[in-house]
């Protein structure tokens, strides 16, 4: 047997930091429409800042949810991804937080849910699991649709 040690890698590996460095870029809005999809503070005394439960969803999209809370939470989510597929949004689309001119209103419930659920800090996709923890009053999403798409 051999006590022969491999030679040291040149490269260092320092995983436990995180990166320091951020980049972010002010783009100009170079037209096409914009939509807002804002989650109202649903008339149950829910206070801002708090996860909706199910039940509270469910009870504002007028749907009826059986079973457990996790055999109603799959439901809802089936229902997210069936709805989003109906929607006439590109399969991703910029989120912004400054609204542009001409802002329009999104008012189909299940629309606003499936937006929001599948929407991050920075970009709405549409393929994406949906996430309802940031489903909470008040919260608001607002959607950069290019010029250049069409629902086909």
Not at 67 to 79: D, I, T, Y
Not at 132 to 139: E, H, K, T, Y
Request: hydrophobic share 40%; aromatic share 4%; proline share 10%.
């Amino acid at each position: 047997m051999s006590d022969q040690r491999p030679a040291p890698s040149p490269l260092v590996h320092n995983m436990s930091v995180p990166p320091r460095s951020q980049i972010s870029h002010r783009g100009v809005f170079a037209g096409g429409r914009a939509l807002v999809a804002t989650l109202d503070a649903l008339g149950n005394g829910c206070p801002p800042g708090v996860r909706l439960g199910t039940a509270a969803l469910a009870d504002w999209l007028g749907v009826e949810l059986e079973g457990g809370s996790q055999r109603a939470e799959r439901k809802l989510r089936r229902l997210v991804r069936a709805h989003v597929e109906t929607l006439a949004l590109p399969p991703a689309c910029v989120v912004t937080h400054e609204p542009p001119d001409g802002i329009e209103q999104m008012t189909d419930r299940l629309g606003i849910v499936a937006v929001l659920a599948k929407s991050s800090g920075s970009v709405y996709l549409r393929d994406k699991e949906p996430n309802f923890d940031r489903l909470v009053p008040g919260a608001r999403v607002i959607l950069i649709i290019p010029q250049s798409w069409s629902p086909q």
